[in-house]
């Protein structure tokens, strides 16, 4: 029995197509370095700078999210963990989940509840305000100028 195998280079060239899989890849691989500087980052500003885990409060809290580095840094932590996690249950949902219908119904939840909280946790960081108008002076943050 003979067998002959085509030139790679006979047939037209394919319709290129974006290989989603590779760049999912790629993003998992870059976040994950991003990451580790972030969380190590904010871990450090939390812990070991000034009176470490017993300064952290509503005040401490409210206090970072009013400067505009933290606001970016917390940011980028926040969209970068929430993709890579979701971008990672949707590798398991391929792996693992075997019938198409019920796939689809996971990536649509991962998706949904990934934005959901990207769009929750992005308004917290930049419309926390630590001093509302009109508040009890003895409930709100020490920082804040009585009004």
């Known amino acids: 029995m003979t067998m002959t195998i085509d030139s790679p280079r006979s047939k037209a060239p394919a319709k290129k197509n974006t290989n989603w899989e590779k760049w999912g890849w790629i993003y998992m691989r870059v976040s994950g370095v991003l990451l580790v500087v972030l969380v190590f980052g904010h871990l450090f500003s939390n812990l070991m700078i000034g009176d ?5 409060d509503f005040g401490f809290v409210a206090g970072k999210l009013s400067n505009p580095f933290w606001q970016i840094w917390d940011t980028l932590l926040l969209w970068l963990a929430l993709i890579h996690g979701a971008n990672g249950m949707r590798t398991i949902v391929n792996d693992y989940v ?9 990536k649509v939840a991962l998706f949904l509840s990934a934005s959901l909280l990207i769009l929750l946790g992005t308004l917290v960081i930049y419309t926390l305000d630590p001093c509302p108008a009109g508040a009890d002076p003895s409930l709100v943050a020490s920082f804040c100028a009585t009004r």
């Not at 470490?52 to 952290?56: K, P």
């Not at 075997?98 to 996971?106: I, L, T």
């Open 98 to 106: 075997s019938r198409p219908g019920v796939a689809k119904a996971f």
């Open 52 to 56: 470490g885990v017993h300064a952290i």
